[in-house]
């Protein structure tokens, strides 16, 4: 039993009541001291960017642009370095990628070159080649986002599950490691997953399902997560938390649940207390909020 | 993130290898140094890590790039090794808001404590020493941990535990 409970506080499985009865045993406040004191031994700093530049400079540095191209697009570069400003912004400097990443329960409007623009969801990171934008309109977006085009203008946005080909529309595109799918709310979009092709008409979107593509229709005019709240239909209680966690930064304990269980329904991405409601309620569990940790529980 | 990259079939994409690297680098470069310490320059051996996969990327799935990462930081670094004891550097901070702690008394306790957990440390086994640093000091769970070390989940647990118990016999002196 008490090894049981030491370990599952190495783990940070402890329900509430298990912590209490860990908190009496007698090597508690020892173990607890052994614990901090460990964090004395942390490893030095390692910057991952930095290191990453090294790695780059010795294996993949491209050619550089042109002095002519710096003057024909220096109106374009100008206006992504005023986006950039209040933004996190990192320019590479093999390729001048800018790149811009959204934290937990942040959102971010940015507007392409070509007056395009794009408004970048929760935990999400856009970046594109800015000074080379004419030549190259590649997008590539890890995370949600959604596109309002231009007419006339046509890009690309690359994800990892599939590329998606637009020409003046708009769209929403959301590339979790937990899902993907596609939603078209004017005009039309191109999506290609591996060698299968799609055309996504408006009021219509695609989803990622058992590795083939689903389609379904769209019955808003944005998507959810521009009306601060996310829609769920029948996703397992993990992917459900995973979704929670883009909005709100806190960590779950679910030893005693089951993550696996179907959940449809809404919660909004403004009040904490409203969206675990939201989300136990239906489901009969409840909730014990400690600090950032979040305890679900069965009733 | 298996899920994201199934669709590539090998690492040779820019974007693929950047992404493998903000996945993996500072774990790699943790664990090398929990396992190792500081002498064999786990920065290094990072670095050595992802040029071989970049070297390498046209045969890597990557899926398959974080255990490729793993055994070649870890055999680079048993190639150099001389077995000598590893000695992890601390820092001792004591922390401003407890005025009342600073007398020279508590110093010098704390400071004893935290040379026995030093040798205490340097005592256990590389195996038990990077799995419960990573745990306890960067906070990853045992199945992280089991992912990283290519190991069942149970065996991460065990040696969390046991490396607990061992560590606080030899600084309690039990």
Not at chain 1, 37 to 56: R, V
Not at chain 1, 60 to 68: D, G, I, Q, T, V
Not at chain 1, 235 to 258: G, I, P, W
């Amino acid at each position: 039993m008490k090894e049981e409970l030491i370990k599952k506080w190495l783990n940070n499985e402890l329900t509430p009541e298990e912590l209490e009865a860990f908190k009496k045993l007698d090597e508690y406040a020892s173990l607890v001291k052994l614990s901090e004191k460990a964090k004395y031994f942390k490893s030095p700093g390692f910057d991952q960017e930095q290191h990453l530049e090294d790695i780059k400079s010795k294996t993949l540095s491209k050619p550089k642009a042109s002095k002519y191209q710096y003057l024909k697009y220096g109106g374009a570069i100008a206006a992504v370095f005023l986006v950039g400003f209040i933004l996190f912004k990192s320019i590479s400097s093999a390729n001048k990628i800018t790149s811009i990443e959204t934290l937990t329960a942040k959102t971010e409007t940015i507007n392409l070159p070509d007056q395009s623009k794009v408004n970048l969801n929760a935990k999400s990171q856009l970046s594109y080649d800015a000074e080379g934008w004419m030549n190259n309109k590649q997008l590539e977006l890890d995370g949600e986002a959604y596109f309002d085009v231009e007419k006339g203008s046509k890009f690309t946005v690359n994800t990892p599950y599939a590329v998606v080909e637009v020409l003046g529309t708009k769209f929403n595109v959301k590339s979790r490691d937990y899902g993907f799918e596609v939603a078209c709310y004017e005009g039309s979009v191109g999506v290609q997953r591996g060698k299968k092709s799609y055309t996504l008409q408006a009021n219509n979107k695609l989803i990622l399902k058992d590795e083939g593509m689903v389609l379904k229709q769209v019955h808003t005019d944005v998507p959810d997560w521009k009306t601060a709240k996310s829609v769920l239909k029948s996703q397992t209680l993990e992917k459900v938390l995973k979704e929670f966690q883009n909005y709100y930064d806190v960590e779950f304990y679910t030893s005693t649940v089951d993550i696996q269980r179907r959940y449809t329904g809404s919660f909004p991405h403004n009040d904490i207390e409203i969206a675990l409601k939201s989300i136990t309620l239906p489901l009969g569990l409840t909730y014990k909020i400690d600090d950032k940790n979040i305890f679900l529980s069965k009733k | 993130m298996k899920d994201a990259f199934a669709l590539f079939k090998d690492c040779c994409k820019e974007t693929v290898f950047s992404k493998l690297h903000k996945a993996y680098a500072k774990d790699l470069h943790d664990f090398i140094y929990y396992k190792y310490g500081e002498q064999h320059n786990p920065k290094d051996k990072v670095q050595q890590a992802f040029l071989k996969l970049w070297e390498n990327c046209k045969d890597i799935k990557p899926e398959k790039a974080k255990s490729f990462l793993f055994s070649v930081a870890n055999n680079t670094t048993l190639n150099v090794i001389k077995h000598k004891k590893v000695v992890l550097k601390y820092e001792l901070k004591t922390p401003k808001n407890q005025s009342d702690n600073q007398d020279p008394q508590f110093l010098m306790e704390e400071r004893e404590y935290m040379d026995k957990y030093q040798k205490a440390l340097s005592k256990l086994t590389k195996e038990k020493r990077v799995a419960f640093l990573l745990n306890r000091v960067e906070g990853k769970k045992h199945k992280e941990i089991a992912e990283m070390l290519g190991i069942s989940r149970k065996a991460v647990e065990k040696r969390i535990y046991t490396a607990l118990k061992q560590l606080r016999e030899d600084i309690e002196e039990i």
